[in-house]
């Protein structure tokens, strides 16, 4: 198993421009969060979603969307990139929810808006 | 304030020294969990803690779970450069669904 995948690896844009950080698991989990990260500052849990056709949203949406078409695909969408969408992004994926089940995370996507 | 606090937010010891990071809830636990980060990485799992009172251990390094007080230690014994990264507490405090992060605490170990 690869298991939670992400790409771009790292991405500079500019203000206003858009785009899609991608994230694929092959585990068949049914969770699925995007978070971001700050310097010196823990995760914030953007979206995350229970199954496929179900989104909802976390801490800090705003500037974002999501779609789960899939159960093993949760893309993360940047319509109108800001200077404070500066950040590391992170995926990960958990099975269940019964509390019993570690989340899973991809390596990160840095992201860098100029 | 922060719904999980970390402390220390860094730490600097010498190799083979012991040490211990606190992570603290001001929420209701139902479940913890420890994770690594290496610089420019992902995070690993470490420990799942969910009853009060239970303590887990792998290899040097061992958590706690204080339900009464919303608190968990993580401990590692005989520090080495290996330990080295930065260790963030998530928390389950019934939200559903998802966990909340502390901010973390960077370790660096000196030779």
């Known amino acids: 198993n690869a298991g939670v995948t992400q790409t771009p690896k790292f991405r500079i844009l500019k203000i206003g421009q858009s785009m899609t950080l991608q994230c694929t698991q092959d585990m068949n989990h049914n969770y699925m969060y995007w978070y971001r990260q700050d310097p010196g500052m823990g995760l914030k849990l953007i979206y995350y979603?229970?199954?496929?056709?179900?989104?909802d949203k976390g801490e800090v949406p705003n500037g974002y969307n999501v779609s789960r078409s899939t159960t093993e695909d949760f893309p993360l969408r940047l319509e109108l990139a800001a200077p404070s969408q500066t950040s590391v992004y992170f995926c990960?994926?958990?099975?269940?929810?019964?509390?019993?089940?570690?989340?899973?995370f991809g390596p990160g996507t840095r992201l860098t808006v100029t | 304030s922060q719904e999980l606090e970390q402390s220390p937010q860094s730490l600097i010891v010498q190799e083979g020294k012991n040490l211990t990071i606190n992570c603290t809830s001001s929420?209701?636990?139902?479940?913890l969990y420890w994770y690594k980060q290496k610089y420019g990485e992902g995070l690993i799992f470490l420990m799942m803690l969910q009853k009060g009172g239970e303590e887990k251990s792998h290899e040097k390094i061992t958590a706690k779970l204080d339900e009464k007080k919303q608190q968990s230690s993580l401990h590692i014994t005989a520090s080495q450069p290996s330990h080295a990264g930065i260790y963030l507490c998530?928390?389950?405090?019934?939200?559903?669904?998802?966990?909340?992060f502390g901010t973390g605490t960077q370790l660096k170990v000196e030779l």
């Open positions: 979603s229970v199954g496929a056709g179900i989104t």
């Open positions: 929420k209701t636990l139902y479940g």
């Open positions: 990960a994926s958990s099975p269940s929810w019964d509390g019993a089940y570690e989340q899973y």
């Open positions: 998530g928390a389950d405090t019934g939200g559903g669904n998802k966990l909340t």
